[in-house]
């Protein structure tokens, strides 16, 4: 630009060449450098979450992804478009999310990696459009600004405002999509797979503003327009923060193009209505799944001034976190709600201040003040005073942020200069690290979960799921503990009734997991799997004609769960009805034919009819699925004694109890076998053993007796 004239110069006379607002400064920009600084995004992204790619399902995932019975076929497409409606499950009301879904199942099933690879791509790609936004509006206002300062020459005046020059937009914008896209906050919409739903919302959402932003000054705006309904639209079947993407461009029309509302509704009215109609369909998607599965909506037992209280102290911690990055935790704990303004007054006080500064900032400040909206507005939906389930989660600061990194590196810029963007570069390298290393939770349930524990002692559903995280390991003991506490933080907790149930059970302690199984189905009766555990303990206790009515509910509440039929006919079995407990166990396998346990079982029913021939290739295939599947020992050990092969018994029961030491039915008949065998000294050490596991197993101490008499006697082999 040349330098202004000064007073005493006459000012020549001919026409000034005005810079039309991001349209000059833009073709000046390095195209070179714009993709030097594209592909600077997307190898900072790689290198902040390469490390994420073998990360399990999780939590939500598992109903959303692992028991979501609509991505298993992407075509044709109209069942994943329809995902299964419920309480918790994070897909319902969402097609477009259901579908992305289906796409990673078509192309590596339940293989985590091409899950994590998508999130991944999703979030680069929504750092790279945030970027371009940040670039054009820059871009933009320097442009006006150039013609203002044009303006004051011609005059004589001199003087213009300062501001960022045309070649900073690019690095202003690199720093701002580095920052966003590298911070720890981001960790948990981009590496928990079923959080896709607002990493991919959140990229039709920018993906609205920069098509919108590119309409204005592009010679053909109909095809850019036609795009940003496109993603608008996209974005309401992914997730419902996307309500406010039309309102958002609206205000950026007025703020940063058109100067006003009338101005941009009358020069963009027809297509602001027709992105505005786009709400229809969420509406539309709202009623299908009755706000959410009840999970979302006023609720008789929260109230929205609670609620809008207990945002209040969320908002100003992701506040801080954006600031500082640390504790990140995963699950803040369900509807943890402040209950008066006294427990959060100076919270809502900083949030009423800033909410006001926004609305003075709209007024006297517009581009300022749209960093504020932007805040408040997409927090809005989940952040305001429309109850949700649960009251925090990290991945709602998701597009929020970007306000408050804008906002930051603007600060920098203005105090330091270019030196102050190279502190925001260097701040972005060690956010990338902190990410890396926030991932490595996520390397394993019981990793993540720990670590919640952690940071959350008092959140009784983290130790829920810690506990499940041990049972699946094989520390059931360990997992009991962690039940036991989330009952005493929280007695009416469904879930870890019915696990503790289950894990004492498994232990073999049914008597005392009954009254938890008993309190799981009170509390919740709709529940098939807190049915099924009962019926399981009551099986345990022999109590199998009992257990009966409880699996018949759970097969209403889930007829496609092949556990349910499976269960069933161990309670058959036990009751001596073999036939039918065969025609519940073969259903089981015709809805999943890899269930080894299930054809351990259909063996021991085809036993139970004296069919040997039928009971060993039934549990040859339990082995055939896997090798060292110890029930599977257990039970072909039972066909070689009933053979009286009672070498190839032991050998078989000896291997079971190597992989499993505590699985006490092997044990038992190891101890008899060997009895049987004359190897009575070995006999009376498996008894023993048995008994210290079982104090009041009257079986084994008649046994021990008998044994211990041979054994005085000198009849059994020493």
Same mark, same amino acid.
């Given at each position: 630009?040349?330098?202004?004239?000064?007073?005493?110069?006459?000012?020549?006379?001919?026409?000034?060449?005005?810079?039309?607002?991001?349209?000059?400064?833009?073709?000046?920009?390095?195209?070179?450098?714009?993709?030097?600084?594209?592909?600077?995004?997307?190898?900072?992204?790689?290198?902040?979450?390469?490390?994420?790619?073998?990360?399990?399902?999780?939590?939500?995932?598992?109903?959303?992804?692992?028991?979501?019975?609509?991505?298993?076929?992407?075509?044709?497409?109209?069942?994943?478009?329809?995902?299964?409606?419920?309480?918790?499950?994070?897909?319902?009301?969402?097609?477009?999310?259901?579908?992305?879904?289906?796409?990673?199942?078509?192309?590596?099933?339940?293989?985590?990696?091409?899950?994590?690879?998508?999130?991944?791509?999703?979030?680069?790609?929504?750092?790279?459009?945030?970027?371009?936004?940040?670039?054009?509006?820059?871009?933009?206002?320097?442009?006006?600004?150039?013609?203002?300062?044009?303006?004051?020459?011609?005059?004589?005046?001199?003087?213009?405002?300062?501001?960022?020059?045309?070649?900073?937009?690019?690095?202003?914008?690199?720093?701002?999509?580095?920052?966003?896209?590298?911070?720890?906050?981001?960790?948990?919409?981009?590496?928990?797979?079923?959080?896709?739903?607002?990493?991919?919302?959140?990229?039709?959402?920018?993906?609205?503003?920069?098509?919108?932003?590119?309409?204005?000054?592009?010679?053909?705006?109909?095809?850019?327009?036609?795009?940003?309904?496109?993603?608008?639209?996209?974005?309401?079947?992914?997730?419902?923060?996307?309500?406010?993407?039309?309102?958002?461009?609206?205000?950026?029309?007025?703020?940063?193009?058109?100067?006003?509302?009338?101005?941009?509704?009358?020069?963009?009215?027809?297509?602001?209505?027709?992105?505005?109609?786009?709400?229809?369909?969420?509406?539309?998607?709202?009623?299908?799944?009755?706000?959410?599965?009840?999970?979302?909506?006023?609720?008789?037992?929260?109230?929205?001034?609670?609620?809008?209280?207990?945002?209040?102290?969320?908002?100003?911690?992701?506040?801080?976190?954006?600031?500082?990055?640390?504790?990140?935790?995963?699950?803040?704990?369900?509807?943890?709600?402040?209950?008066?303004?006294?427990?959060?007054?100076?919270?809502?006080?900083?949030?009423?201040?800033?909410?006001?500064?926004?609305?003075?900032?709209?007024?006297?400040?517009?581009?300022?003040?749209?960093?504020?909206?932007?805040?408040?507005?997409?927090?809005?939906?989940?952040?305001?005073?429309?109850?949700?389930?649960?009251?925090?989660?990290?991945?709602?600061?998701?597009?929020?942020?970007?306000?408050?990194?804008?906002?930051?590196?603007?600060?920098?810029?203005?105090?330091?200069?270019?030196?102050?963007?190279?502190?925001?570069?260097?701040?972005?390298?060690?956010?990338?690290?902190?990410?890396?290393?926030?991932?490595?939770?996520?390397?394993?349930?019981?990793?993540?979960?720990?670590?919640?524990?952690?940071?959350?002692?008092?959140?009784?559903?983290?130790?829920?799921?810690?506990?499940?995280?041990?049972?699946?390991?094989?520390?059931?003991?360990?997992?009991?503990?962690?039940?036991?506490?989330?009952?005493?933080?929280?007695?009416?907790?469904?879930?870890?009734?019915?696990?503790?149930?289950?894990? @004492?059970?498994? #232990?073999? /302690?049914? *008597? !005392?997991?009954?009254? +938890?199984?008993? =309190? &799981?189905? %009170?509390? $919740?009766?709709?529940?098939?799997?807190?049915?099924?555990?009962?019926?399981?303990?009551?099986?345990?206790?022999?109590?199998?004609?009992?257990?009966?009515?409880?699996?018949?509910?759970?097969?209403?509440?889930?007829?496609?769960?092949?556990?349910?039929?499976?269960?069933?006919?161990?309670? @058959?079995?036990? #009751?001596? /009805?073999? *036939? !039918?407990?065969?025609? +519940?166990?073969? =259903? &089981?396998? %015709?809805? $999943?034919?890899?269930?080894?346990?299930?054809?351990?079982?259909?063996?021991?029913?085809?036993?139970?009819?004296?069919?040997?021939?039928?009971?060993?290739?039934?549990?040859?295939?339990?082995?055939?699925?896997?090798?060292?599947?110890?029930?599977?020992?257990?039970?072909?050990?039972?066909?070689?004694?009933?053979?009286?092969?009672? *070498?190839?018994?032991?050998?078989?029961?000896?291997? &079971?109890?190597?992989?499993?030491?505590?699985?006490?039915?092997?044990?038992?008949?190891?101890?008899?076998?060997?009895?049987?065998?004359?190897?009575?000294?070995?006999?009376?050490?498996?008894?023993?053993?048995?008994?210290?596991?079982?104090?009041?197993?009257?079986?084994?101490?008649?046994?021990?007796?008998?044994?211990?008499?041979?054994?005085?006697?000198?009849?059994?082999?020493?």
């Amino acid at each position: 630009m040349p330098p202004c004239a000064s007073k005493s110069s006459p000012v020549f006379p001919g026409k000034l060449t005005p810079v039309v607002p991001g349209r000059t400064a833009s073709v000046s920009a390095s195209r070179q450098a714009i993709l030097l600084a594209g592909g600077s995004i997307v190898l900072a992204g790689l290198a902040a979450y390469y490390n994420s790619f073998s990360a399990p399902f999780v939590f939500d995932d598992l109903t959303a992804i692992v028991a979501n019975p609509t991505i298993r076929h992407l075509w044709p497409v109209g069942e994943a478009l329809s995902p299964p409606h419920g309480t918790g499950v994070t897909v319902a009301g969402r097609p477009i999310l259901n579908l992305s879904f289906a796409i990673n199942y078509a192309i590596s099933g339940f293989d985590v990696w091409s899950y994590h690879a998508l999130n991944l791509v999703i979030h680069v790609l929504a750092g790279l459009t945030l970027f371009g936004i940040v670039r054009r509006t820059l871009l933009r206002s320097v442009g006006e600004q150039a013609v203002e300062a044009q303006t004051c020459c011609a005059l004589g005046n001199g003087r213009s405002k300062s501001a960022p020059l045309p070649a900073d937009a690019i690095l202003i914008a690199l720093v701002v999509a580095l920052l966003w896209t590298l911070h720890p906050l981001q960790t948990e919409s981009v590496t928990y797979v079923v959080q896709r739903a607002e990493s991919l919302m959140g990229l039709f959402y920018l993906l609205t503003m920069y098509c919108c932003i590119r309409s204005v000054d592009a010679p053909r705006p109909g095809i850019w327009q036609g795009l940003a309904v496109t993603a608008c639209l996209l974005g309401m079947g992914t997730k419902e923060v996307m309500v406010t993407a039309p309102l958002m461009v609206w205000l950026y029309d007025r703020t940063f193009v058109a100067g006003s509302f009338r101005e941009a509704w009358r020069t963009r009215g027809r297509f602001y209505a027709v992105l505005g109609a786009t709400w229809l369909v969420l509406a539309w998607l709202l009623v299908g799944t009755g706000g959410r599965g009840g999970t979302a909506g006023f609720l008789p037992s929260v109230t929205w001034w609670q609620y809008a209280f207990t945002q209040c102290g969320a908002v100003v911690h992701y506040l801080r976190l954006a600031a500082w990055p640390a504790p990140l935790v995963f699950d803040y704990g369900g509807a943890v709600l402040v209950r008066s303004l006294t427990e959060v007054w100076w919270q809502a006080i900083v949030v009423l201040a800033l909410l006001g500064l926004t609305i003075w900032a709209l007024v006297k400040k517009p581009r300022s003040g749209f960093l504020g909206a932007w805040f408040f507005a997409i927090f809005a939906p989940t952040s305001s005073v429309v109850p949700l389930a649960d009251t925090m989660f990290e991945h709602r600061v998701y597009l929020s942020l970007a306000a408050v990194v804008v906002a930051a590196v603007l600060a920098l810029r203005a105090v330091a200069g270019r030196r102050g963007l190279m502190v925001g570069a260097a701040l972005a390298i060690g956010l990338g690290w902190l990410s890396m290393r926030r991932n490595e939770d996520y390397r394993s349930e019981l990793t993540l979960w720990r670590d919640t524990v952690a940071k959350r002692p008092e959140n009784a559903r983290a130790h829920t799921n810690l506990g499940i995280a041990l049972a699946e390991s094989g520390r059931i003991a360990d997992a009991v503990a962690q039940y036991q506490e989330a009952i005493r933080i929280e007695p009416a907790i469904p879930a870890a009734q019915l696990n503790l149930c289950n894990a @004492l059970t498994r #232990l073999g /302690r049914p *008597a !005392e997991a009954l009254p +938890h199984g008993e =309190a &799981a189905v %009170r509390m $919740d009766p709709g529940n098939a799997n807190a049915q099924v555990d009962l019926g399981l303990a009551l099986v345990a206790l022999d109590r199998a004609a009992e257990a009966l009515p409880h699996y018949a509910e759970a097969l209403r509440l889930q007829p496609q769960a092949a556990d349910v039929p499976a269960d069933l006919g161990v309670a @058959l079995v036990q #009751l001596g /009805r073999s *036939a !039918e407990a065969v025609a +519940h166990f073969e =259903a &089981a396998l %015709r809805l $999943d034919p890899t269930r080894a346990q299930t054809w351990c079982d259909l063996a021991g029913a085809y036993e139970q009819q004296g069919d040997r021939t039928a009971a060993q290739r039934a549990v040859e295939h339990a082995l055939g699925l896997q090798p060292d599947f110890p029930e599977a020992l257990y039970v072909l050990g039972n066909l070689e004694a009933e053979g009286e092969n009672f *070498a190839g018994a032991i050998s078989r029961y000896r291997r &079971a109890l190597t992989l499993a030491p505590d699985y006490f039915p092997a044990r038992n008949n190891l101890a008899n076998a060997l009895l049987i065998t004359g190897q009575t000294d070995e006999a009376v050490a498996q008894y023993r053993q048995i008994l210290r596991q079982q104090p009041g197993d009257r079986s084994a101490q008649e046994n021990l007796a008998r044994a211990l008499e041979l054994q005085r006697s000198g009849r059994g082999a020493h």
